[in-house]
């Protein structure tokens, strides 16, 4: 059983920073894609930043480029994402996502769809 855990979530304001981190336990992660997404109220899920299963090739929302960072260590099993200049409009629940079709070495993705395992998320508030 696959499953997905995400941690360091909170509140915080404008301009603060956060780190989430997001454990997988069930299934190693290396050779896979991972990603972050978060959903706002009454907005669709985006996936805000992705990461290829070797760490080298990363891909982010326009809105989040420069500001997050997104990171792995396959050997922990984890992947992370580091959060600077925070915006109320970053508010929302944070998910952690694995997609474990392997689709080469260099491969990421933005697309919600394409991944298939889900962490439960966690909230993150950004008061102005």
């Known amino acids: 059983q696959v499953q997905l855990v995400e941690s360091g979530g909170g509140s915080v304001q404008t301009g603060d920073s956060l780190t989430l981190s997001c454990a997988v336990s069930?299934?190693?992660?290396?050779?896979?894609?991972m990603g972050w997404a978060r959903q706002a109220p009454g907005q669709e899920r985006e996936i805000v930043a992705s990461i290829n299963w070797r760490g080298e090739r990363t891909s982010y929302l326009d809105s989040v480029e420069g500001r997050f960072t997104i990171s792995r260590d396959n050997a922990k099993n984890s992947v992370y994402l580091q959060m600077d200049s925070l915006k109320p409009e970053d508010t929302g629940v944070y998910y952690c996502?694995?997609?474990?079709?392997?689709?080469?070495?260099?491969?990421?993705?933005?697309?919600?769809?394409?991944?298939?395992?889900w962490g439960q998320g966690t909230q993150v508030t950004v008061s102005s």
């Open positions: 069930g299934r190693a992660i290396s050779s896979f894609a």
């Open positions: 996502a694995l997609d474990v079709t392997y689709n080469g070495p260099y491969y990421t993705t933005r697309t919600v769809a394409d991944y298939e395992y």
